[in-house]
Nanobody, 125 residues
């Protein structure tokens, strides 16, 4: 069973930075594409960023491109999301997810097979 545990969430003022980490156990993450999603209050879960299993391809949603950076360390079985220049609209519960889809980048939540429990990020103005 694959388990994902996020950490690094918290409260920060607009313009600040946070780094989220996701520790994976049960399987090596080199078998999976990895992604980050978020769910703002009262809204649906939305795609934030994804990275291919070999780390050569990344994809971001328009609102985070240039501010957020996804990375992975297959040796440590972790994936990270560096978030800079945070805005109040980035406030959400952030989820790490793993997909067995290796041939293409996927951004729909339904394409992901395993999920973490989420970590809260709150950005104040």
């Amino acid at each position: 069973q694959v388990q994902l545990v996020e950490s690094g969430g918290g409260s920060v003022q607009a313009g600040g930075s946070l780094r989220l980490s996701c520790a994976v156990s049960g399987r090596t993450i080199s078998d999976y594409g990895m992604g980050w999603f978020r769910q703002p209050p009262g809204e649906e879960r939305e795609f934030v960023a994804a990275i291919s299993f070999h780390s050569t391809v990344t994809r971001y949603t328009t609102s985070t491109k240039g501010r957020f950076t996804i990375s992975r360390d297959n040796a440590k079985n972790t994936v990270s999301l560096q978030m800079n220049s945070l805005k109040p609209e980035d406030t959400a519960v952030y989820y790490c997810a793993a997909t067995a889809e290796r041939l293409r980048m996927v951004i729909r939540p339904d394409d992901y097979d395993y999920w973490g429990q989420g970590t809260q990020v709150t950005v104040s103005s």
